[in-house]
């Protein structure tokens, strides 16, 4: 999903970022999140990725996400754009799986 500004606005549950995940979404890509969305996102382990050049990306175009190289690249249009960088401590809940996950190597479960 590409979006504007203010994605994931509205309810501050967990379960808009989960259902995204299991719909089979497996990015959103937005000029900015909601604070709540943005944190429950990385809490239930879906990426999500700032990209202020959102309005450049066209409906259809294909893309590709390199996240050690902080660009997306747009396959249809052969540009790239830069994405803010993602916390260190997000990447690690990312890298887990979740929040939960995260919780659960700390305790050694």
Known sequence: IVAGKNFGCGSSREHAPMALKAAGISCVIAKNFARIFYRNSFNTGFLILECDETDKIAQGDELSIDLKGGVIKNLT?????????????????????????????????
């Open 77 to 109: 249009q052969k540009t790239q754009y830069k994405f803010g960088a993602i916390p260190e401590f997000m990447q690690k809940l990312l890298d887990a799986g979740g929040a939960i996950n995260y919780a659960k190597t700390k305790i050694n479960l």
